[in-house]
């Protein structure tokens, strides 16, 4: 399993990416565990907040370029079914039904931040970088747009959403990714401070809180993740996507950087 479940006596769930060799880049294997570990503990009436933590320097480097590639080689039928099972792991993690605190730890690219934006709150070490770095590989933020723009607005995530920019913590919580920035040895205590007043809340009003507030905020359409996956497909499916890929595997740069 690349995603790992810990829940303490308390009733707290730390689910932690488990994948610090491949800087927790998002695979076939580590979606599915995602998306499994996120429906069992919506269900489970014993967990009251989930932490999502990572192991290793890197909280996640955005999609796994390998698993990428074998998309854009595979026949439609098995391209929409992963990119439809990476939004509909994005969407089971944003409509969790407990307190979803994120715990960033390192440095956060491309799928990286659509996993904090899909968080209640999230806190980062003061050292992370961030960056939606799908342009310069000849790809676009797609599933994980949806998130990105509602957590940022559009204003905001204009800044950031097209170029590929790295940007420190500090921008980051301008930018509304992350709640606060804080440095390395106060990382578990800001977390911590984020999920004990839900432990003296009532969990079903959190839960039904929570579903009210993404109601009033408008929430994320199926029309909208509809667009991201048929999105995500085509540029899949471009010669772009295929320059960037190969670039990055050939150790050179794409055609289009000057």
Excluded at 2 to 26: I, P, Q, S
């Amino acid at each position: 399993m690349l995603v790992r479940v810990e829940v303490d006596a308390r009733g707290v769930a730390v689910m932690t990416l488990a994948r610090a060799e491949k800087h927790n880049a998002m695979s076939a294997d580590l979606i599915a565990d995602l998306d499994h570990a996120a429906k069992g503990l919506a269900g489970d009436d014993d967990v009251r907040v989930v932490v999502l933590a990572a192991d290793g320097p890197t909280f996640c480097a955005g999609g796994d370029l390998g698993w990428m590639r074998d998309q854009m080689a595979a026949d439609a039928a098995t391209r929409r079914a992963a990119a439809e099972a990476l939004a509909g792991m994005l969407g089971r993690l944003n409509a969790l039904p407990k307190p979803l605190i994120g715990r960033v730890q390192g440095n956060a690219f491309g799928g990286g931040v659509g996993l904090a934006c899909v968080c209640d709150v999230a806190v980062a070490v003061d050292s992370a970088r961030f960056g939606l770095t799908e342009t310069a590989l000849g790809l676009i933020p797609a599933t994980i747009g949806p998130y990105v723009v509602a957590r940022m607005g559009e204003a905001k995530a204009r800044r950031v959403f097209m170029s590929s920019r790295r940007f420190d913590a500090p921008e980051a919580q301008e930018l509304g990714i992350i709640a606060r920035a804080v440095p390395a040895d106060r990382l578990d205590a800001a977390v911590e401070a984020e999920v004990a007043p839900y432990l003296a809340c009532a969990p079903g009003a959190v839960a039904a809180a929570k579903a009210l507030a993404q109601r009033l905020g408008g929430g994320i359409s199926p029309e909208a993740v509809a667009h991201s996956i048929d999105a995500l497909i085509a540029q899949w499916e471009g010669d772009e996507a295929a320059e960037g890929i190969a670039a990055f595997f050939d150790k050179r740069k794409p055609r289009w950087t000057v």
